[in-house]
């Protein structure tokens, strides 16, 4: 088996890239990763294309997303105090190596090959490759981020250092329509959202879902122009272009919140085969509860019509428990270079343990269900 490194996944075949995934997880099909290089997501904001793959003879095996960073915007796994403590120590943290979906806090495999029984072998020589990769290019690291339960276990096998969060997804129970997933919360909670609901219907405001392929010029500006006002009004910068976007038409749905006749709010999400993935969300004017609408019970309505089984509607955020969403552990993987940052970060990663655990046995207490 030989393992290499391309700096554009153009040069690997789509259908043989995509035969490694093992799942319709978006965020790490070839479309996706391609798109991204393509219109210009990646290079002006700092990742550069390394992914590394394996060949059994001239037929790919197994490879992984990775990517050259000099910075760590647009990764949703924070390292700014690893940073900060390397350089205070006269030390370069960047470039380091990320095996990640840019810009995409949501898990997914990030260690691929065929199934079959050589598969835990060939993600144990990737991740030597990677930590090898490192090494020869006097990089300070290597960083798994968002993995699945599986390359969690076999990152966590090749001695990686272990690290983890906390998400809040939906689970489709069998409900039959909303008001049956309603009547699985809590009275208190079930009354807020009827309420929430209730503002924006008495606001005389409608939200519809369009898929990408769907759009036609104007509503492909007006959610661009909801995706780059978000940023701009958080002193950020929109980092993801038109044309990827309509590049991931055919993934993309479109939640979009009339006003009358005016399209005054729009949220941006993906969807596999069964889980719709929230990603960004704008509005040119504030409604009472309208961000809650359109980012939250229109997805959740939506799964439960066409049969999706999970709904992510993005990082952070303790205000969704109260709106069905439960506490989900997302976990990352690092190597350190450096043997005597290795051991402090272990250190520090064993208290950070502790201490989300014990954050997590507080999440749950306020979960909003009658019954686990």
């Keep these: 088996m030989k393992l290499t490194t391309v700096s554009s996944l153009a040069e690997i075949n789509q259908h043989e890239w995509n035969a490694l995934t093992a799942s319709n997880n978006p965020f790490v099909q070839h479309d996706f990763l391609v798109a991204l290089e393509k219109h210009g997501c990646l290079q002006p904001w700092g990742w550069q294309s390394h992914h590394i793959v394996a060949f059994d003879g001239s037929t790919l095996v197994g490879a992984c997303p990775a990517y050259i960073k000099n910075n760590s915007y647009g990764e949703f796994v924070f390292d700014w105090a690893w940073a900060d403590a390397y350089h205070r120590n006269g030390l370069e943290y960047y470039p380091k190596l990320v095996i990640a979906a840019p810009f995409t806090p949501a898990s997914g495999p990030r260690l691929l090959a065929l199934e079959g029984k050589d598969s835990s072998a060939i993600k144990q020589q990737i991740i030597q490759t990677a930590v090898e990769t490192v090494d020869e290019n006097r990089m300070s690291g290597a960083h798994w981020l968002f993995c699945t339960d599986d390359d969690h276990e076999q990152l966590q096998q090749a001695g990686m250092l272990m690290r983890s969060d906390f998400q809040y997804h939906w689970s489709n129970n069998h409900y039959e329509n909303f008001d049956h997933f309603l009547s699985h919360l809590s009275s208190k909670k079930r009354k807020n959202i009827r309420r929430e609901r209730r503002k924006v219907a008495d606001a005389n405001i409608t939200t519809e879902i369009i898929s990408g392929d769907e759009l036609d010029e104007e509503q492909w500006s007006i959610l661009y122009d909801f995706y780059r006002i978000t940023f701009l009004r958080k002193s950020g910068v929109p980092t993801l272009s038109l044309e990827f976007f309509q590049a991931m038409s055919h993934r993309l749905r479109a939640i979009f919140a009339r006003h009358e006749t005016r399209i005054v709010a729009g949220a941006i999400c993906f969807e596999s085969n069964d889980t719709l993935y929230g990603r960004h969300w704008g509005c040119y004017q504030d409604y009472d509860s309208l961000h809650f609408e359109v980012c939250y019970y229109t997805g959740i309505d939506y799964c439960i019509k066409q049969g999706l089984k999970h709904f992510e509607p993005g990082a952070q955020g303790e205000h969704k428990i109260a709106r069905g969403f439960m506490p989900t552990q997302t976990f990352s993987a690092h ?21 989300m655990d014990d954050y997590y046995q507080q999440l749950i207490a306020s979960q909003p269900y009658k019954y686990n």
């Design 335 to 355: 190597w350190i270079a450096h043997e005597g940052f290795r051991k402090a970060i272990h250190q520090h990663l064993e208290y950070e343990a502790a201490a």
